[in-house]
Protein backbone atom coordinates (compact mmCIF):
# COMPACT_ATOMS: atom_id res chain seq x y z
CA UNK A 1 0.00 0.00 0.00
CA UNK A 2 1.62 3.15 -0.84
CA UNK A 3 1.66 5.91 1.30
CA UNK A 4 0.35 9.31 0.17
CA UNK A 5 2.94 12.01 1.14
CA UNK A 6 1.69 15.60 1.65
CA UNK A 7 4.23 19.02 2.06
CA UNK A 8 4.08 20.19 5.71
CA UNK A 9 3.12 23.87 4.69
CA UNK A 10 4.55 25.45 7.99
CA UNK A 11 5.71 29.20 8.85
CA UNK A 12 9.12 27.92 7.68
CA UNK A 13 7.45 27.18 4.16
CA UNK A 14 5.48 30.24 4.05
CA UNK A 15 8.15 32.39 5.12
CA UNK A 16 10.26 31.43 2.44
CA UNK A 17 7.32 32.10 -0.10
CA UNK A 18 6.36 35.47 1.76
CA UNK A 19 10.04 36.02 0.56
CA UNK A 20 9.59 35.34 -2.81
CA UNK A 21 6.91 36.97 -3.34
CA UNK A 22 8.89 40.54 -1.99
CA UNK A 23 11.51 39.99 -4.32
CA UNK A 24 8.73 39.41 -7.42
CA UNK A 25 10.13 35.59 -7.89
CA UNK A 26 6.66 34.08 -7.45
CA UNK A 27 5.23 31.87 -10.17
CA UNK A 28 1.75 32.52 -10.93
CA UNK A 29 0.77 29.33 -8.77
CA UNK A 30 2.96 30.52 -5.94
CA UNK A 31 1.33 34.47 -6.58
CA UNK A 32 -2.49 32.40 -5.67
CA UNK A 33 -1.35 30.53 -2.84
CA UNK A 34 0.08 33.70 -1.08
CA UNK A 35 -2.82 35.64 -1.85
CA UNK A 36 -4.99 32.79 -0.19
CA UNK A 37 -2.50 32.85 2.48
CA UNK A 38 -2.45 36.54 2.97
CA UNK A 39 -6.45 36.44 3.54
CA UNK A 40 -6.04 35.41 6.55
CA UNK A 41 -5.55 36.61 10.02
CA UNK A 42 -2.93 34.65 10.99
CA UNK A 43 -1.05 35.62 8.25
CA UNK A 44 -0.31 39.10 9.55
CA UNK A 45 2.28 38.46 12.13
CA UNK A 46 4.25 36.25 9.72
CA UNK A 47 4.34 38.98 7.62
CA UNK A 48 5.25 41.57 10.05
CA UNK A 49 8.17 39.94 10.32
CA UNK A 50 9.35 39.04 6.85
CA UNK A 51 8.91 42.54 6.05
CA UNK A 52 11.07 43.82 9.05
CA UNK A 53 13.73 41.50 7.86
CA UNK A 54 13.38 42.69 4.17
CA UNK A 55 13.35 46.25 5.23
CA UNK A 56 15.92 46.09 7.90
CA UNK A 57 17.96 44.07 5.47
CA UNK A 58 18.15 46.54 1.81
CA UNK A 59 18.08 50.25 1.75
CA UNK A 60 15.62 52.67 3.30
CA UNK A 61 14.21 54.87 0.37
CA UNK A 62 11.29 55.66 -0.34
CA UNK A 63 11.63 53.97 -3.52
CA UNK A 64 12.83 50.40 -2.05
CA UNK A 65 10.38 50.67 0.65
CA UNK A 66 7.81 50.65 -1.66
CA UNK A 67 9.10 47.82 -3.87
CA UNK A 68 9.48 45.97 -1.14
CA UNK A 69 6.18 46.34 0.25
CA UNK A 70 4.52 46.38 -3.30
CA UNK A 71 5.69 43.10 -5.32
CA UNK A 72 3.37 43.14 -8.14
CA UNK A 73 0.19 43.43 -6.44
CA UNK A 74 0.80 46.92 -5.34
CA UNK A 75 2.76 47.94 -8.40
CA UNK A 76 -0.77 46.86 -10.33
CA UNK A 77 -3.43 48.00 -8.39
CA UNK A 78 -2.35 50.04 -5.10
CA UNK A 79 -2.13 53.87 -7.75
CA UNK A 80 -3.56 53.24 -11.14
CA UNK A 81 -4.76 55.95 -13.40
CA UNK A 82 -7.20 53.51 -14.23
CA UNK A 83 -7.87 50.32 -12.61
CA UNK A 84 -7.50 47.85 -15.58
CA UNK A 85 -9.08 44.49 -15.19
CA UNK A 86 -5.98 42.75 -14.93
CA UNK A 87 -8.37 40.04 -12.61
CA UNK A 88 -11.80 38.94 -11.64
CA UNK A 89 -13.45 41.78 -9.59
CA UNK A 90 -14.36 39.03 -6.72
CA UNK A 91 -9.83 38.37 -7.14
CA UNK A 92 -9.34 41.91 -7.53
CA UNK A 93 -11.11 42.75 -4.00
CA UNK A 94 -9.39 40.03 -2.10
CA UNK A 95 -5.95 41.87 -3.22
CA UNK A 96 -6.94 45.23 -2.54
CA UNK A 97 -7.36 44.09 1.27
CA UNK A 98 -4.31 42.26 1.29
CA UNK A 99 -2.14 45.57 -0.32
CA UNK A 100 -3.82 47.56 1.75
CA UNK A 101 -2.84 45.16 5.26
CA UNK A 102 0.51 45.32 3.60
CA UNK A 103 0.45 49.44 3.58
CA UNK A 104 -0.68 49.77 7.11
CA UNK A 105 2.24 47.00 8.52
CA UNK A 106 4.77 48.99 6.48
CA UNK A 107 3.73 52.21 7.97
CA UNK A 108 3.88 50.92 11.51
CA UNK A 109 7.34 49.39 10.84
CA UNK A 110 8.82 52.14 9.75
CA UNK A 111 7.74 54.57 11.95
CA UNK A 112 8.55 51.68 15.26
CA UNK A 113 12.19 51.13 13.35
CA UNK A 114 12.73 54.44 12.01
CA UNK A 115 15.05 55.53 9.51
CA UNK A 116 18.73 54.86 10.08
CA UNK A 117 20.63 58.19 10.30
CA UNK A 118 22.75 57.40 6.83
CA UNK A 119 19.20 57.00 5.35
CA UNK A 120 17.39 60.09 6.63
CA UNK A 121 20.27 62.33 5.31
CA UNK A 122 19.90 60.43 1.88
CA UNK A 123 16.10 61.29 1.90
CA UNK A 124 16.18 64.33 2.97
CA UNK A 125 18.57 65.32 0.56
CA UNK A 126 16.83 63.87 -2.22
CA UNK A 127 12.95 64.65 -1.31
CA UNK A 128 13.33 67.88 1.16
CA UNK A 129 11.37 66.53 4.18
CA UNK A 130 12.73 68.93 6.77
CA UNK A 131 11.90 72.27 4.14
CA UNK A 132 8.68 70.88 3.28
CA UNK A 133 7.35 69.24 6.51
CA UNK A 134 7.57 72.65 8.47
CA UNK A 135 5.45 71.14 11.08
CA UNK A 136 3.28 68.43 12.19
CA UNK A 137 -0.79 67.91 12.85
CA UNK A 138 -2.14 65.65 15.33
CA UNK A 139 -4.99 63.22 14.05
CA UNK A 140 -9.17 64.56 15.28
CA UNK A 141 -10.30 63.58 19.26
CA UNK A 142 -13.64 63.59 20.72
CA UNK A 143 -14.78 66.61 20.84
CA UNK A 144 -18.31 68.80 20.35
CA UNK A 145 -20.41 71.55 20.91
CA UNK A 146 -23.83 71.25 21.79
CA UNK A 147 -26.18 73.99 21.34
CA UNK A 148 -29.45 74.27 23.26
CA UNK A 149 -33.41 75.56 22.58
CA UNK A 150 -32.24 78.69 24.08
CA UNK A 151 -29.30 79.07 21.70
CA UNK A 152 -26.54 78.71 24.55
CA UNK A 153 -23.63 76.86 23.72
CA UNK A 154 -21.95 73.50 25.83
CA UNK A 155 -18.18 72.74 24.90
CA UNK A 156 -18.34 69.47 25.68
CA UNK A 157 -14.64 68.63 25.47
CA UNK A 158 -13.99 70.95 28.36
CA UNK A 159 -17.47 70.57 30.05
CA UNK A 160 -17.75 68.03 33.80
CA UNK A 161 -19.24 64.97 33.55
CA UNK A 162 -22.74 64.53 35.00
CA UNK A 163 -25.97 66.13 34.20
CA UNK A 164 -25.23 69.16 31.94
CA UNK A 165 -28.77 70.65 31.91
CA UNK A 166 -32.96 69.71 31.17
CA UNK A 167 -34.11 70.20 27.88
CA UNK A 168 -38.04 69.05 27.46
CA UNK A 169 -37.98 67.43 31.18
CA UNK A 170 -34.86 65.36 29.68
CA UNK A 171 -31.76 65.19 31.35
CA UNK A 172 -28.55 66.11 29.27
CA UNK A 173 -26.02 63.62 30.87
CA UNK A 174 -21.94 63.92 29.75
CA UNK A 175 -20.06 60.64 30.86
CA UNK A 176 -16.72 60.21 29.25
CA UNK A 177 -16.81 60.94 25.82
CA UNK A 178 -20.85 60.48 25.37
CA UNK A 179 -23.62 62.59 25.44
CA UNK A 180 -27.11 60.76 27.49
CA UNK A 181 -30.48 61.88 26.94
CA UNK A 182 -32.36 60.49 29.82
CA UNK A 183 -36.43 60.75 29.77
CA UNK A 184 -38.08 61.25 33.04
CA UNK A 185 -41.74 61.23 34.24
CA UNK A 186 -41.74 65.03 33.61
CA UNK A 187 -41.36 64.82 29.83
CA UNK A 188 -44.08 67.73 28.71
CA UNK A 189 -45.40 67.95 25.00
CA UNK A 190 -43.35 71.11 23.61
CA UNK A 191 -40.51 69.79 21.76
CA UNK A 192 -37.49 71.60 22.29
CA UNK A 193 -34.87 71.07 19.66
CA UNK A 194 -30.90 70.64 20.26
CA UNK A 195 -28.20 70.42 17.92
CA UNK A 196 -24.65 68.81 18.50
CA UNK A 197 -22.06 70.05 16.40
CA UNK A 198 -18.51 68.25 15.91
CA UNK A 199 -15.75 70.46 14.60
CA UNK A 200 -12.81 69.46 11.69
CA UNK A 201 -10.91 67.48 13.32
CA UNK A 202 -13.66 65.77 15.69
CA UNK A 203 -16.00 63.23 16.71
CA UNK A 204 -18.35 62.27 19.28
CA UNK A 205 -21.30 59.57 20.57
CA UNK A 206 -24.59 60.79 21.50
CA UNK A 207 -27.16 58.38 23.22
CA UNK A 208 -30.86 59.79 22.14
CA UNK A 209 -34.39 59.94 24.24
CA UNK A 210 -35.20 57.07 22.75
CA UNK A 211 -32.50 54.94 23.35
CA UNK A 212 -30.88 55.11 20.07
CA UNK A 213 -26.86 55.44 19.45
CA UNK A 214 -25.29 57.74 16.83
CA UNK A 215 -21.60 58.31 16.22
CA UNK A 216 -20.77 61.08 14.58
CA UNK A 217 -17.92 61.57 12.15
CA UNK A 218 -15.92 65.08 11.69
CA UNK A 219 -17.85 68.21 10.76
CA UNK A 220 -21.29 67.09 11.55
CA UNK A 221 -24.29 68.67 13.03
CA UNK A 222 -27.14 66.49 14.10
CA UNK A 223 -30.38 68.19 15.08
CA UNK A 224 -32.88 66.29 17.19
CA UNK A 225 -35.61 66.78 19.43
CA UNK A 226 -34.63 66.73 23.37
CA UNK A 227 -37.48 64.35 23.76
CA UNK A 228 -39.41 62.54 20.92
CA UNK A 229 -43.25 63.76 21.23
CA UNK A 230 -45.75 63.24 19.01
CA UNK A 231 -46.21 59.60 16.21
CA UNK A 232 -42.46 59.66 14.69
CA UNK A 233 -38.91 60.35 15.35
CA UNK A 234 -37.34 62.63 13.58
CA UNK A 235 -34.16 63.92 13.06
CA UNK A 236 -31.63 66.01 11.02
CA UNK A 237 -28.08 65.79 9.76
CA UNK A 238 -25.35 67.07 7.64
CA UNK A 239 -21.81 65.34 7.57
CA UNK A 240 -21.98 61.62 8.30
CA UNK A 241 -22.88 59.21 11.29
CA UNK A 242 -24.09 56.01 11.96
CA UNK A 243 -26.85 55.04 13.97
CA UNK A 244 -28.16 52.27 15.76
CA UNK A 245 -31.68 52.75 16.12
CA UNK A 246 -33.94 51.28 19.06
CA UNK A 247 -37.07 49.55 17.69
CA UNK A 248 -40.42 50.87 17.81
CA UNK A 249 -42.63 50.20 15.22
CA UNK A 250 -45.50 52.35 16.76
CA UNK A 251 -42.93 55.71 16.20
CA UNK A 252 -41.27 55.72 12.86
CA UNK A 253 -37.38 56.91 13.08
CA UNK A 254 -36.58 58.79 10.38
CA UNK A 255 -33.26 60.90 9.27
CA UNK A 256 -33.92 63.81 6.74
CA UNK A 257 -30.42 64.75 4.40
CA UNK A 258 -30.83 68.15 2.38
CA UNK A 259 -32.72 66.91 -0.03
CA UNK A 260 -34.01 63.44 1.14
CA UNK A 261 -34.97 61.26 4.03
CA UNK A 262 -34.28 57.65 5.45
CA UNK A 263 -37.31 56.20 7.15
CA UNK A 264 -36.42 52.93 9.09
CA UNK A 265 -38.01 51.26 11.92
CA UNK A 266 -35.09 49.76 13.88
CA UNK A 267 -32.24 49.45 11.90
CA UNK A 268 -28.39 49.76 11.93
CA UNK A 269 -26.96 52.26 8.80
CA UNK A 270 -24.65 54.80 8.02
CA UNK A 271 -25.23 58.13 6.74
CA UNK A 272 -22.60 59.76 4.10
CA UNK A 273 -23.68 63.92 4.00
CA UNK A 274 -21.18 66.22 3.03
CA UNK A 275 -22.16 68.80 0.55
CA UNK A 276 -18.84 69.19 -0.82
CA UNK A 277 -19.51 65.46 -1.77
CA UNK A 278 -20.65 63.86 -5.17
CA UNK A 279 -23.52 62.05 -3.74
CA UNK A 280 -25.44 61.60 -0.21
CA UNK A 281 -24.38 57.53 0.28
CA UNK A 282 -26.67 55.63 3.09
CA UNK A 283 -25.36 52.02 3.79
CA UNK A 284 -27.21 49.47 5.48
CA UNK A 285 -25.54 47.16 7.88
CA UNK A 286 -28.34 45.33 9.23
CA UNK A 287 -32.79 45.71 8.96
CA UNK A 288 -34.52 47.89 6.23
CA UNK A 289 -34.17 51.23 4.90
CA UNK A 290 -36.28 53.68 2.72
CA UNK A 291 -34.68 56.40 1.04
CA UNK A 292 -36.76 59.10 -0.47
CA UNK A 293 -36.72 62.59 -2.28
CA UNK A 294 -39.59 64.00 -3.62
CA UNK A 295 -39.97 62.14 -6.90
CA UNK A 296 -37.85 58.76 -6.08
CA UNK A 297 -37.64 56.05 -3.39
CA UNK A 298 -35.27 53.10 -3.11
CA UNK A 299 -35.43 49.83 -0.35
CA UNK A 300 -32.03 48.88 0.79
CA UNK A 301 -31.28 45.58 2.75
CA UNK A 302 -28.35 45.01 4.27
CA UNK A 303 -24.55 45.77 2.39
CA UNK A 304 -26.48 47.62 0.13
CA UNK A 305 -26.11 51.12 -0.31
CA UNK A 306 -28.04 54.58 -2.16
CA UNK A 307 -26.43 56.95 -4.04
CA UNK A 308 -28.54 60.35 -4.44
CA UNK A 309 -26.38 61.93 -6.88
CA UNK A 310 -26.70 65.96 -7.28
CA UNK A 311 -29.37 65.06 -10.02
CA UNK A 312 -31.70 63.81 -7.75
CA UNK A 313 -31.41 60.41 -9.56
CA UNK A 314 -31.04 57.49 -6.32
CA UNK A 315 -28.33 55.11 -7.40
CA UNK A 316 -28.23 51.50 -5.89
CA UNK A 317 -25.14 49.47 -5.00
CA UNK A 318 -26.10 46.34 -4.46
CA UNK A 319 -22.39 45.11 -2.82
CA UNK A 320 -21.05 48.06 -1.02
CA UNK A 321 -17.59 47.18 0.57
CA UNK A 322 -19.50 47.84 4.59
CA UNK A 323 -15.81 47.53 5.55
CA UNK A 324 -14.17 50.41 3.94
CA UNK A 325 -17.78 52.49 4.74
CA UNK A 326 -17.56 52.21 8.45
CA UNK A 327 -13.45 52.38 8.70
CA UNK A 328 -14.16 56.13 10.15
CA UNK A 329 -16.02 54.58 13.09
CA UNK A 330 -13.63 51.53 13.73
CA UNK A 331 -10.87 54.11 13.99
CA UNK A 332 -9.16 54.01 10.38
CA UNK A 333 -8.63 55.98 7.45
CA UNK A 334 -10.25 54.08 4.11
CA UNK A 335 -9.20 54.66 0.11
CA UNK A 336 -11.43 52.29 -1.46
CA UNK A 337 -10.00 53.31 -4.86
CA UNK A 338 -10.24 56.76 -4.31
CA UNK A 339 -9.00 59.71 -6.03
CA UNK A 340 -6.65 62.39 -4.99
CA UNK A 341 -9.41 64.73 -3.82
CA UNK A 342 -11.48 62.38 -2.19
CA UNK A 343 -8.42 61.59 -0.20
CA UNK A 344 -7.53 65.09 0.50
CA UNK A 345 -11.15 65.93 1.58
CA UNK A 346 -11.01 63.03 4.59
CA UNK A 347 -7.67 64.17 5.53
CA UNK A 348 -9.16 67.99 5.61
CA UNK A 349 -12.27 66.91 7.94
CA UNK A 350 -10.30 64.75 10.18
CA UNK A 351 -6.82 66.38 10.91
CA UNK A 352 -8.55 70.40 10.44
CA UNK A 353 -6.23 71.38 7.83
CA UNK A 354 -7.23 73.14 3.81
CA UNK A 355 -5.53 71.77 0.65
CA UNK A 356 -3.35 73.43 -1.87
CA UNK A 357 -3.04 71.63 -4.81
CA UNK A 358 0.33 72.89 -7.18
CA UNK A 359 0.08 71.74 -10.19
CA UNK A 360 -1.03 68.05 -9.33
CA UNK A 361 -2.47 65.29 -11.50
CA UNK A 362 -6.18 64.50 -10.45
CA UNK A 363 -6.19 60.64 -12.02
CA UNK A 364 -4.23 58.97 -9.47
CA UNK A 365 -6.43 56.62 -7.13
CA UNK A 366 -5.61 55.37 -3.85
CA UNK A 367 -6.58 52.10 -2.32
CA UNK A 368 -5.77 51.06 1.44
CA UNK A 369 -6.20 51.27 5.03
CA UNK A 370 -4.27 53.28 7.71
CA UNK A 371 -4.82 53.69 11.31
CA UNK A 372 -6.70 57.42 12.43
CA UNK A 373 -4.42 57.69 15.07
CA UNK A 374 -1.54 58.48 12.97
CA UNK A 375 0.04 62.15 12.81
CA UNK A 376 -0.68 63.84 9.85
CA UNK A 377 2.87 63.65 8.50
CA UNK A 378 2.95 59.80 9.08
CA UNK A 379 -0.05 59.69 6.75
CA UNK A 380 1.61 61.46 4.11
CA UNK A 381 4.90 59.89 4.48
CA UNK A 382 2.45 56.50 3.80
CA UNK A 383 0.66 57.93 0.61
CA UNK A 384 4.18 59.26 -0.73
CA UNK A 385 5.47 55.43 -0.85
CA UNK A 386 3.85 55.22 -3.63
CA UNK A 387 5.91 57.63 -5.15
CA UNK A 388 3.36 59.49 -7.80
CA UNK A 389 3.86 62.85 -5.49
CA UNK A 390 4.87 64.37 -2.52
CA UNK A 391 3.47 66.79 0.05
CA UNK A 392 4.62 69.71 2.22
CA UNK A 393 2.53 71.28 5.33
CA UNK A 394 2.38 74.45 6.17
CA UNK A 395 0.82 75.50 9.58
CA UNK A 396 -2.96 74.07 8.88
CA UNK A 397 -2.49 73.55 5.09
CA UNK A 398 -1.33 70.33 3.19
CA UNK A 399 0.81 71.57 -0.10
CA UNK A 400 0.07 69.27 -2.73
CA UNK A 401 2.99 68.82 -4.61
CA UNK A 402 3.84 66.81 -8.12
CA UNK A 403 6.38 63.89 -8.47
CA UNK A 404 8.92 66.62 -10.22
CA UNK A 405 8.94 68.74 -7.63
Not at 50 to 79: F, W, Y
Not at 219 to 226: E, N, Q, S
Not at 256 to 263: A, D, L
Amino acid sequence: MLATIYMIKDDQYYKALLTRYLDNECTPEELSEIMNYLSKEESDTLLQSVLRDNIAEGPLSSESIAEKASGRILNELMVTVEVAPVVPFYKRTKYYKVAAAMIAIVVSILYTIGFRQKEQTKIVAQTGYCNRFKNDVAPGSNKATLILGDGSAIDLDNANNGTLTKQGGVEVVKSGDKLSYKTSNSITDEIVYNTIVTPRGGQYQLQLPDGTKVWLNAATKLKFPAAFVGKERHVEIEGEAYFEVAQNISKPFTVGVHNGEVQVLGTNFNIMAYREEAAINTTLLQGSVKFRTATDSSMLRPGQQSQLCNDGKIKINKSADVDAVMAWKNGAINFCNADLKTVMRQLSRWYDVDIDYQNTSFNLHFVGELPRSLSLIEVLKALELTGNLHFGIEGKKIVVLPESK
